[in-house]
Nanobody, 126 residues
């Protein structure tokens, strides 16, 4: 079982930047793809970005492509999400997730992830 803890959320003005971090523990982090998802109240959790176990491949939702960047540091068991040019519609709770299988690709489906953090709130103000 892997434990995930997100940090870095907060309030930011439209057009601003914010960086999220996810600390992992409990299993071999470097063998698993990682993802970021977000969820607004009353809505389904949606895919934001994912990164392969090696960091060589990434995948982004169309809504954040060109603005958000996912990265990882396997030596530190950390995954990051840098968010630039934030919009009010980016306001959500952001979740870090770990893939259910080793050596996986950066998947976008929620079912491909088996461990989740508690989430961190990001609020973009207009």
């Amino acid at each position: 079982q892997v434990q995930l803890v997100e940090s870095g959320g907060g309030l930011v003005q439209a057009g601003g930047s914010l960086g999220l971090s996810c600390t992992t523990s409990g299993r071999t982090f470097s063998s698993y793809a990682m993802g970021w998802f977000r969820q607004a109240p009353g809505k389904e959790r949606e895919f934001v970005a994912a990164i392969s176990w090696s960091g060589a491949n990434t995948n982004y939702a169309d809504s954040v492509k060109g603005r958000f960047t996912i990265s990882r540091d396997n030596a530190k068991n950390m995954v990051y999400l840098q968010m630039n040019s934030l919009k009010p519609e980016d306001t959500d709770v952001y979740y870090c997730a770990a893939s259910v299988r080793r050596w996986g690709s950066p998947a976008y489906r929620r079912d491909d992830y088996g461990s989740w953090g508690q989430g961190t709130q990001v609020t973009g103000s207009s």
